[in-house]
């Protein structure tokens, strides 16, 4: 695609339901990356992709999130039994290879998330 | 943690003066990017410094790289309504992760 989307753009829930956030990718991009934007708060890192595989999950706050990437394409991050606190814009990013200096990360519109 | 502090947190300024947003860390980067996001998108790049004492200009916004690569600052001339938005900086890592941190970014709103 031209660009990076991402699905659903809103999503309200209930507390202690699972959510599936959904992020397409720029085609031909190896390295994608899921971020969350809480009020007030800057872009925090949740979970890197070098293709399928995840070498670095350091950012993910809880056993409650988990991610996959299938295809070295559409990547998945789901929060299971979700919390108020888990309430922010997710966003996602791709870049060419995630291995070079100062490359470029493509942002995707983000999915607003409210817990209630 | 590699902490990046923004300030100001929030400008309000009128059309056509000029500002300047700060970006400040203890900690050295590889390099240094900044953002510009607009409400209900992701944010977008406007420019990656990686040399130390590096300037970078794109058009009326001029972008400068501390000799240490601790900090940045961004400065924008005859501010524009269209200026308006919310200015993130990032630094990339040091440990080959090639991993940004994200400031909390400085909120921008540019009255005509």
């Known amino acids: 695609g031209a660009g990076v989307s991402q699905s659903p753009s809103n999503k309200v829930t209930e507390k202690g339901k699972d959510v599936e956030l959904r992020c397409d990718p720029i085609?031909?991009?190896?390295?994608l990356y899921w971020y969350r934007q809480s009020l007030g708060q800057g872009l925090e890192f949740l979970i890197y992709?070098?293709?399928?595989?995840?070498?670095?999950k350091s950012g993910l706050p809880s056993d409650r999130f988990s991610a996959e990437r299938t295809g070295g394409s559409v990547s998945t991050l789901t929060i299971q039994r979700t919390q108020q606190e888990d309430s922010a814009v997710y966003l996602c990013?791709?870049?060419?290879?995630?291995?070079?200096?100062?490359?470029?990360?493509?942002f995707g519109p983000g999915t607003r998330l409210l817990v209630l | 943690t590699q902490l990046l502090e923004q300030s100001p947190q929030f400008l309000s300024i009128q059309e056509g003066e000029n500002l300047t947003v700060y970006c400040n860390s203890s900690s050295v980067f590889s390099s240094l990017q900044w953002y510009r996001q607009e409400p209900g998108e992701g944010p977008v790049l406007l420019v990656t410094v990686v040399t130390g004492g590096e300037v970078k200009k794109l058009k009326r916004l001029t972008f400068q790289f501390g000799d240490a690569r601790k900090d940045s600052s961004l400065h924008i001339t005859a501010a524009q309504t269209g200026d308006t938005g919310l200015y993130l900086c990032a630094g990339e890592r040091m440990d080959g992760s090639y991993q940004l941190t994200f400031g909390k970014g400085t909120k921008l709103s540019v009255i005509p």
């Open positions: 992709f070098q293709g399928n595989s995840a070498p670095d």
């Open positions: 085609s031909g991009h190896t390295a």
């Open positions: 990013a791709s870049s060419l290879s995630g291995t070079d200096l100062d490359e470029t990360q493509y």
